[in-house]
């Protein structure tokens, strides 16, 4: 393959540094499978580790990116063959195992997954880790056994990535939708997806009564700390939050009183080392679930060079929606 384009991270005695360079493929980690990216994503992990404000990158130098799109050139594992259209989450690339952020990458066979009948590659990753993790959160609620009949479903940090699928997701399988957000300019993007009603982000963050009114049968949450504390004292007796993402926070200053007087339930979900079973199921639901037109309303896309200055901006709450980015290879 002799070498490619690739975004690189890499530290020294000055700190992080991020930068376009040509990466030799001799230097690609183990892997029984070759794909030429030609899509992936900023996700607010990614931004995070391009921007070092988080140890997510555990060895240097790294290609950064936690998922892609792309068409297998060499293959040695028995499901995939070159030619081949696939994506990946998760399963540690960009943070150990070089990620996605380059024209090529070699992986395990095992990681990938077929590119769902119905999606290009730039539509799924405008889907990306982010739209993966909020059906993920969607299956789990299901999994428990609610519906919307139970009541309304909330969504916090409803203009990022995980939230604007999410209140797709929701508004399209019937729940009514709250979306939680700081950004009240965007209000009418919002209910554009499918939120019927919107609540200031500050309703949530600050501290807050061991149980509060039962407002809502459901919540997607990818903010944590006291934000998720006061969407579980304000569940309705037996329903449950998914929560997905700590953007406010590891801690979770709440009190027992939701668990053993409503019957909530915590239900984690994590999107890295999921098994396939269920990855091909939300993949599934993902191809068959969100409408074309929605998801490119609130899809941008970028350059490879561009990354850098879009994980500044994500990390600043400045990016709404997703944003696809295009590598040429």
Known sequence: M????????DKGEGGQSVGLRDFDAADL??????????HSTVNYKDGL??????PVIRRFPMIPGIDFAGIVETSSHPDFAAGDAVLLNGWGTGETHL?????RTRVKGDWLLP???GLTAA????????????????????????????GPAIVTGAAGGVGSVAIQLL???????????GRPAEAEYLRSLGASEIVERADLAAPGKPLAKERWAAAVDSVGSTTLANLLAGTRYGGAVAACGLAGGMDLPASVAPFILRNVALLGVDSVMAPRA???????????????????????????????????AILAGEIRGRVVVEIDG
Do not use: N
């Open 123 to 150: 539509q799924a990753m405008a889907i990306g880790t982010a739209g993966y993790t909020a059906m993920l959160c969607l299956l789990a609620l299901e999994r428990h056994g609610l519906a919307p009949a139970a």
């Open 49 to 54: 580790a391009v921007t070092g404000k988080a």
């Open 29 to 38: 980690m183990e892997g029984d499978v070759v794909v030429r990216v030609s």
């Open 2 to 9: 002799g070498s490619f384009k690739a975004l690189v991270v």
């Open 115 to 117: 590119l769902p009948a």
């Open 99 to 103: 990620g996605a952020y380059a024209e």
């Open 278 to 312: 269920l990855r091909h199921a939300a993949w599934t639901r993902l191809a068959r679930d969100l409408d074309p037109a929605t998801l490119a309303s609130m899809t941008t896309t970028v350059s490879l060079a561009d990354v850098p200055a879009v994980a500044r």
């Open 171 to 181: 508004a399209r399988a019937g729940w009514s939708v709250i979306a939680s957000t």
